[in-house]
């Protein structure tokens, strides 16, 4: 189960800030008039992309994947134009800016139609991994009215048919519930 703190969020900006800088210093690289400018410009760019890569790992840690991406995707789009249109010139039209509103808007949907720990929507805490609890594999209530997770079967259906696992001898292979053996 996702833990969620404050650290993997500032992560996720730490990365968005190093995506923004190394794809505003690879653009304004070129106009650049010292010897090995260019090189540099690639140099520093790398750089601030692995340290971006490295935050965003950091980052999906705490933060469910799709939340994590979008976030770093939408924020990052956003920052580098507008780093565009204040430091290279670039013009700023109605077209982009509603684009721009689309992609945090999209951002903003992500996050909060990913349910974070509390059983529905993300596989964390569901029964998925495991099998339900008591047995049960449908997400029903017991006698004693305790909600048992999915369980295994309908995790597989969750699965698009070409990514399921399979035996080695190419059929479907068997899902064993905890505590079940071989």
Not at 38 to 49: D, K, S, V
Not at 68 to 88: D, K, M, Q, R
Not at 170 to 175: D, E, I, R, T, V
Request: glycine share 16%; proline share 2%; hydrophobic share 45%.
């Amino acid at each position: 189960m996702l833990v969620t703190k404050p650290r993997h969020w500032f992560c996720l900006m730490g990365a968005i800030v190093f995506e923004v800088a190394g794809t505003t210093v690879m653009k304004m690289a070129q106009g650049w008039s010292f010897t090995h400018a260019a090189l540099l410009g690639l140099a520093l760019m790398w750089l601030a992309i692995a340290l971006s890569y490295y935050l965003l790992a950091k980052a999906t840690t705490g933060l469910p994947v799709g939340v994590a991406f979008a976030f770093w995707e939408g924020l990052g789009l956003t920052l580098i134009t507008l780093c565009s249109v204040v430091l290279l010139g670039e013009s700023m039209t109605v077209k982009r800016a509603l684009g721009l509103v689309c992609v945090l808007a999209g951002a903003l949907l992500v996050h909060h139609g990913t349910g974070h720990g509390t059983g529905h929507g993300t596989g964390h805490g569901t029964g998925l991994e495991t099998g339900a609890e008591d047995g049960t594999e449908d997400g029903t209530e017991d006698g004693a009215g305790h909600r048992a997770g999915r369980g295994i079967k309908d995790a597989n259906a969750l699965i698009h048919p070409a990514a399921r696992p399979t035996s080695a001898a190419g059929g479907a292979s068997k899902q064993f519930r905890a505590g079940e053996r071989a």
